[in-house]
């Protein structure tokens, strides 16, 4: 073990002898080895050394060559180089004559990029590399950035003019087309490159930019309001071009009052075409009304059916909206950028329910403006009629059924979009308004006109002496037949309300007697208030007519003298008025309140105060072929109560028949009254059945055709 | 009476003429005519207010020349009144209307002694003195109604349908007419006196129009006009007693329309609160505001028409509290046409209004409305 150790001790030194004999060959080898190497890198600086030198050599001749082909970025790169060396040796005569080169020709450049920044034919991008190359060369930044903004305004107000006259130029689409890519194309650049450069002395949005901006929209806004005639289509894509730039913009320049400033272009576009859009629809009714109004006054006596004027004018207007309201839809359209933008969801449902808010408005406003005091005259009933009509029902319907519309259509193209409540209390209101105005300027208006041929048909007659009446004077006709149509034309749009009261149905007029014509027997009667506020069913609008008439009459029977057989021919008037007057409106009692007021009004004007015998009625009215002289042998009658004399024509009885007894006797009218009066005679001395005549039936002072049926009251 | 409640006074006949005793200042008396068509059936009723007990006590007098369609009490004597009548003459079977001037045998209505007393219930209608009648020029033409001047004691206006002519009481002569010009004879319907001007211009009603002339002048051109003051006939007229350009008007459209003369395209005021034709408007002589119109609706109404009647110069502010434009009370107690409304001579509260079927109403102006106006 121990000689082992000897052995191994013995090994080991014998190794380090031999590493030491290494190391010493190897220092002696690198020893001779230096020298090379010291050479060789001394070879390699100075190759370095001259490639510089022949750089620095041959820069003007770059520099001029790479200005010559244009490649200022190389010139410049090229420059910068050589320059810090240029500047050391400098003060050396052999490179004094490069740097004196060198910098002339850095001047020219200079001089060359200072000449494009304001020539008009460069475009931003090269002034942006000219302004960046001007800051490589250490022009002075201040001078560099005021040069920079000029030039860049001047260019962008250059494009502000040439986008100016393009407004009547071009339709939208290619004028938002030349925006973006003159304008907008450009101040994206200089703003990028302005921030880029000059970013840490200013990191707003340069004023004149915002400026420029300000200009471009009023630009925009006056380029939306010229050309009405663009179709939404076109409009939409125009302006959805705009505000894709704009968006895009916002990037770049990170300016919080243009992204505003660009949302509320489209706010304002789409008010903008809402309120065409509700102009259009007021101007072609307004057309559509005139075209009405000229029929209607041009209609001579055939009458027209007012109910379809109506109907194809309350179909015309919501059909009008509704096309606009769809019209606005296509700013919601899932491929434009502010397509599902909510802001634009809320807007159109706003922009649609101005327009139907609008035209609902605009309808009773028109409405009222045609009934107002100056237009009233001209204006055929009919039309008031309609318009009162139409107003109601779009109150009643229309304005519902174009809001549920709206919200169906909001629901297609903005499904997520939850519309708010709309107040339509006030155009209720309007309509209401509107309605209540016409129809009682309608019924004024015939009211009038029937008054108005009383009134001087009574002034201008001298009743004093009038001859003994022979018929109803031909005023009363007029005025029958213009009350009849103008119920006639209420009765196409208005429906009939239920009649008041006929148990006093044409009974003969009979003035009260003077004494009864006193306070006591009016307490009991209510007032009757001529221009009242007219209800909205066909007897109402009738009676209130009828009322304005038969007032005038009263009044002005009033102002005259009467004789005896002018009050006589009032009486035979007034008996014919009653006759024909009874069908319309609802309420007879007023009727004949008002013709007895007039009967009565002239007997007390009346110098010889004497009724016509009632049986002389019937030479007075002779069409009607009334019989009176029934009630003469009815005064013999004593155990009877007073009586009325009831006058009929065949077909009222068979109407009053078949009011007073529900059952129907037989299907042929004149056996069926026959029947019916046995009835009532088998009620005896109760029976309201005075007197009987039948058709054909004989008697001396009747006709054979007539039929009478004699009723106690 | 005070607290709203109306005194009624009752006529056998039919009433559409009406006045105040203008000459009166102490007194609240009115003269009513009536109007009927059997001979000698006339009557003029003097009605006197009794201002502390609230009683009424009333006169009846004989009107044997006819019918009385307008009356109107003398400003310069209060027992003098002008009627402007009709009769009819059953053997010519024609009508006749003239303006005949009375005189009362006194114009003292409340009874002294008991004698009195007894001679008024008796009932019997006295006889008044007829002092003048003057007939028209044709004797067919129809007067509308005849006016005193307002100073001059000799002259009086008289309005027919086709003519104006202002007349000497004296000669009875015409002084000066005028007739309606242009091809559509537009008949005359009424007329007053402008207390203006110097007392000078009348103002005619003639159909919707309203034309003023110069009584210094035999022209037939107006002095001034407003044209088309109601959309129908203008019935009645009255001028502002302070204001020297303002005079209302009423007509057939119900309306109550105040006009500034000078601009006279548009009304300054206008009110439609009738519900037919309005006959009749009276300014209140001492507080302008208040006017009083009768419709045949059988309303007499209270109106207020401050606005117009407003000094912007000196208390404008203190004054703009006082009434709001409008109806202030209605006066329903009528079961008739009111015809007639007229305010007291004495009394610048108390008003009365007359119906068609002979009923006088006496009223005041509500107390809380009186405080308004004078405090």
């Known amino acids: ?713 | 009476m005070d607290e709203g409640n109306s005194i009624i006074y009752g006529l056998e006949h039919q009433t559409r003429a009406l006045s105040p005793q203008y000459g009166e200042n102490d007194a609240i008396r009115f003269l009513i005519g009536t109007q009927s068509l059997k001979p000698n059936a006339n009557q003029v009723h003097v009605v006197e207010l009794e201002e502390d007990t609230g009683a009424l006590h009333t006169k009846v007098f004989k009107h044997d020349v006819g019918e009385i369609w307008y009356l109107r009490c003398s400003p310069h004597d209060a027992a003098t009144l002008m009627t402007t009548h009709n009769s009819y003459d059953p053997a010519t079977s024609q009508c006749t209307m003239g303006v005949s001037i009375l005189k009362l045998p006194t114009v003292e209505v409340i009874p002294k002694d008991l004698e009195d007393l007894s001679a008024i219930q008796g009932r019997n209608a006295e006889d008044m003195t007829l002092l003048k009648t003057l007939s028209p020029e044709k004797p067919e033409e129809v007067l509308r109604c005849a006016e005193w001047h307002p100073t001059d004691e000799s002259r009086i206006s008289i309005v027919c349908e086709n003519i104006v002519s202002i007349r000497d009481i004296e000669t009875g002569a015409s002084v000066v007419s005028a007739s309606p010009e242009g091809r559509a004879h537009l008949k005359y319907t009424n007329g007053k006196w402008n207390p203006h001007q110097g007392q000078c211009q009348f103002a005619a009603l003639q159909d919707t129009h309203v034309k003023c002339y110069d009584t210094r002048s035999d022209s037939t051109k107006p002095v001034w006009s407003v044209d088309s003051a109601h959309s129908q006939l203008a019935r009645d007229l009255d001028f502002n007693p302070n204001r020297q350009f303002q005079l209302a008007t009423v007509g057939d459209d119900a309306a109550l329309n105040i006009w500034d003369f000078r601009k006279g395209k548009e009304p300054i005021f206008t009110r439609t609160d009738h519900s037919h034709w309005v006959w009749t408007v009276r300014y209140n002589t001492y507080h302008e505001q208040l006017l009083l119109t009768g419709s045949s609706d059988a309303r007499a109404l209270l109106t207020a028409a401050a606005s117009v009647c407003r000094d912007l110069s000196d208390d404008g502010e203190k004054r703009s509290d006082t009434l709001e434009d409008g109806v202030l009370q209605s006066y329903e107690q009528h079961e008739d046409s009111v015809y007639c409304a007229e305010w007291s001579a004495a009394d610048p509260w108390t008003f009365a209004s007359l119906s068609y079927d002979g009923r006088l109403v006496l009223s005041r102006v509500p107390r809380h409305f009186k405080y308004k106006i004078l405090l």
């Open chain 1, 1 to 713: 073990m121990r000689s082992d150790f000897q052995i191994m001790q013995e090994e080991m030194n014998k190794l380090s002898e031999n590493m030491g004999k290494i190391t010493r060959f190897s220092a002696e080898i690198s020893e001779s080895l230096k020298e090379s190497g010291t050479n060789v890198s001394r070879l390699c600086s100075t190759r370095q050394l001259l490639d510089k030198l022949q750089f620095l050599f041959l820069l003007p001749t770059q520099l001029s060559n790479a200005i010559k082909d244009g490649r200022y970025t190389d010139a410049v790169r090229d420059y910068a180089r050589a320059q810090r060396v240029l500047q050391r040796y400098g003060n050396q005569p052999s490179f004094q004559s490069i740097q004196t080169e060198c910098e002339e020709i850095i001047s020219d450049l200079k001089k060359t990029l200072r000449d494009r920044l304001f020539s008009s034919v460069t475009t931003a991008s090269e002034l942006a590399e000219s302004v960046g190359l001007l800051q490589q060369l250490q022009e002075s930044d201040s001078s560099l950035e005021e040069m920079f903004l000029t030039c860049a305004e001047s260019r962008l107000e250059q494009h502000l003019q040439t986008l100016t006259s393009l407004i009547d130029k071009c339709d939208i689409l290619e004028w938002v087309e030349k925006c973006n890519s003159m304008l907008l194309n450009d101040l994206g650049i200089i703003v990028s490159c302005y921030h880029e450069m000059f970013a840490n002395q200013n990191n707003e949005l340069p004023e004149f930019a915002e400026s420029i901006m300000s200009q471009l929209f009023h630009l925009f806004e006056s380029v939306l309001k010229t050309p009405d005639n663009v179709g939404t289509e076109i409009y939409i894509r125009g302006l959805d071009k705009f505000f894709r730039k704009l968006q895009a913009m916002t990037d770049i320049i990170s300016s919080e009052s243009m992204s505003n400033r660009s949302v509320e272009i489209v706010v304002q576009c789409i008010f903008h075409k809402a309120l065409i859009q509700s102009k259009s629809v007021q101007l072609q009714f307004k057309e559509n009304l005139t075209r009405i109004r000229q029929s209607l006054a041009s209609k001579g006596t055939e009458s027209i059916d007012l109910k379809e004027i109506l109907n194809s004018l309350q179909v015309y207007l919501i059909e009008k909206v509704q096309a606009s309201l769809l019209d606005l839809m296509a700013f919601l359209q899932n491929s434009l950028s502010f397509g599902l933008k909510s802001w634009c969801a809320k807007t159109v449902s706003d922009a649609c329910w101005k327009i139907i808010s609008e035209t609902m408005i605009n309808l009773s406003e028109l409405v009222k403006k045609l009934v107002g005091p100056q237009t009233s005259n001209n204006i055929p009933f009919e039309l008031l009629l309609i318009l009162a009509k139409l107003c109601l029902e779009m109150q009643d319907s229309g304005v519902t059924t174009l809001h549920s519309h709206l919200l169906k259509l909001l629901d297609e193209s903005a499904p997520g979009f939850k519309a708010d409540n709309k107040d339509t209390n006030e155009i209720m209101v309007h309509l209401a308004t509107a309605a209540q105005a016409a129809l009682d300027t309608e019924v004024v208006y015939i009211g009038q006109t029937a008054a108005q041929m009383l009134r001087v048909s009574v002034l201008a007659r001298d009743w004093l002496r009038a001859p003994e009446p022979r018929g109803p004077r031909a005023v009363c006709r007029r005025v029958v037949e213009t009350l009849t149509s103008a119920d006639a034309a209420a009765a196409q749009l208005f429906p009939s309300g239920v009649k008041q009261s006929s148990d006093s149905s044409r009974r003969t007029l009979w003035p009260r007697i003077p004494s009864s014509f006193s306070p006591i027997s009016r307490i009991f009667s209510e007032r009757i208030e001529v221009f009242s506020p007219a209800g909205a069913d066909r007897a109402a609008l009738s009676t209130g007519a009828l009322k304005v008439a038969l007032k005038a009459l009263v009044e002005c029977v009033r102002l005259r003298t009467f004789g005896r057989h002018g009050l006589q021919q009032l009486q035979v008037d007034v008996h014919f008025l009653q006759q024909r007057l009874s069908c319309i409106g609802n309420d007879e009692r007023l009727l004949n309140a008002l013709l007895e007021d007039a009967l009565a009004s002239a007997q007390l004007r009346c110098v010889d105060p004497q009724l016509m015998e009632p049986s002389k009625l019937k030479e007075g009215v002779t069409f009607d072929r009334v019989l009176y002289s029934i009630q003469n042998s009815e005064s013999d009658n004593n155990t009877r109560p007073r009586s009325y004399c009831w006058i009929v024509r065949i077909h009222n009885i068979v109407q009053d028949f078949n009011n007073n007894c529900a059952t129907k006797f037989h299907h042929n009218d004149a056996i069926n009254n026959k029947l019916w009066v046995q009835e009532m005679n088998k009620l005896d001395t109760d029976s309201p059945v005075l007197y009987y005549k039948e058709q054909k039936a004989r008697s001396d002072k009747l006709d054979a055709d007539d039929l009478v049926v004699h009723f106690a009251h």
